[in-house]
């Protein structure tokens, strides 16, 4: 499953927008509810900061 590593997250919103779930929200950093999350990796594919990790 997707993680995200909180210290290389810019808050950008780019995940949030490829998410076919809607599993993702960003307040400060991106969070990624596991209990949605299909671990599709269209997220870590669209970090711009690869703050998002398998």
Known sequence: ?????????????ACVDVCP?????VDDVAVIDQDKCVDCGACIDECPSAAIVE
Not at 1 to 13: F, R, W
Not at 21 to 25: P, R, S
């Open 21 to 25: 779930q809607d599993a993702i929200v």
């Open 1 to 13: 499953m997707p993680k995200v590593i909180e210290a290389e997250c810019v808050a950008c919103g």
